[in-house]
C-alpha cells in the first residue's frame, strides 16, 4: 500500500487540495483509494462522501489511529490529510506509516516564512533525519506569469530544506470541482490537461520514493 502524508505550516495552504487531487488520480487509475482525514474542518473527509455515481469512489475515513485501523486490508492507496501546524506529537499516529510526506506552500512572505520554519522541525523528526521518510514541497496556487510567484518559488527552493517537487497554478476549477466532489483527474477536456499537467512532476516524484 501506498501512503502519502500531508501537512502544511498554517490553515488554508492547500492540503485538502493536494489529497482530494491525488485521490481522484488514484481512484481513476482503478486503486482501491482511501482518505483519512484528521483536520478538525473535515474538508477531504465530506468531498469523498460527495463522490457521485459517476466517478470512482474514494473511501472516507476520519483521522486518528482509529482511521488507521479502519483501512481496509485490500487498500492500494491511502492519503492522509493532517490538520494545520501540526508538530510531532499530532503527525505520530501517521509518521511511521507513511511512504511519503508532501508540504504545499503558498507564495506569500508570510507563508514562507511559517513554512520554513515548520520544514525545519520536520527535519528533525528522527525517521526523516535518517531519511527514512522523504518529504517534498509543492508550492500551490501559483500564479506562474507573476515576478511574486517566481520570486517566491526561487527563494523557496533556495532555503527549503527538501526538494520543491511540484508547481500548481491558482485556479478557481481545484474550488468548483471539490464542491461536487470531484477532481481533475476525472474529466478529459483538452482545458483541464493543462492543469493535470501541472500535477505531473509531483506523481512521478512519488512513484520513484515508492
Given at each position: 500500500m501506498l501512503t502519502v502524508l500531508v501537512a502544511s505550516s498554517k490553515g488554508g495552504c492547500g492540503k485538502s487540495t493536494?489529497?482530494?487531487?491525488l485521490a481522484s488520480h488514484w481512484a481513476q487509475k482503478g486503486k482501491r483509494t482511501a482518505i483519512i482525514d484528521g483536520d478538525r474542518q473535515g474538508s477531504s473527509y465530506r468531498w469523498a462522501a460527495l463522490r457521485p455515481d459517476n466517478v470512482p469512489g474514494v473511501l472516507g475515513l476520519e483521522?486518528?489511529?482509529?482511521g488507521l485501523q479502519k483501512l481496509p486490508s485490500d487498500t492500494e492507496v491511502a492519503l492522509i490529510d493532517t490538520p494545520a501546524g501540526s508538530h510531532e506529537r499530532e503527525l505520530e499516529p501517521y509518521l511511521e506509516q507513511a511512504d511519503v510526506l508532501l508540504v504545499p506552500v503558498l507564495p506569500s512572505s508570510f507563508d514562507l516564512d511559517a513554512s520554513l520554519g515548520f520544514l525545519a522541525h520536520l527535519r528533525e523528526i528522527n525517521r526523516i533525519k535518517r531519511g527514512k521518510l522523504p518529504v517534498a514541497i509543492v508550492a500551490n496556487r501559483l500564479k506562474p506569469?507573476?515576478?511574486a510567484s517566481q520570486d517566491a518559488v526561487a527563494q523557496l527552493a533556495e532555503a527549503a530544506p527538501f526538494p520543491v517537487v511540484a508547481q500548481l497554478r491558482d485556479s478557481q476549477a481545484y474550488v468548483l470541482l471539490g464542491a461536487l466532489g470531484k477532481g481533475i483527474f476525472d474529466y478529459a477536456s483538452e482545458q483541464v490537461r493543462n492543469h493535470q499537467q501541472d500535477w505531473a512532476p509531483l506523481l512521478r516524484w512519488i512513484k520513484r520514493q515508492h
Open positions: 493536494l489529497v482530494t487531487q483521522g486518528g489511529r482509529r506569469w507573476t515576478h
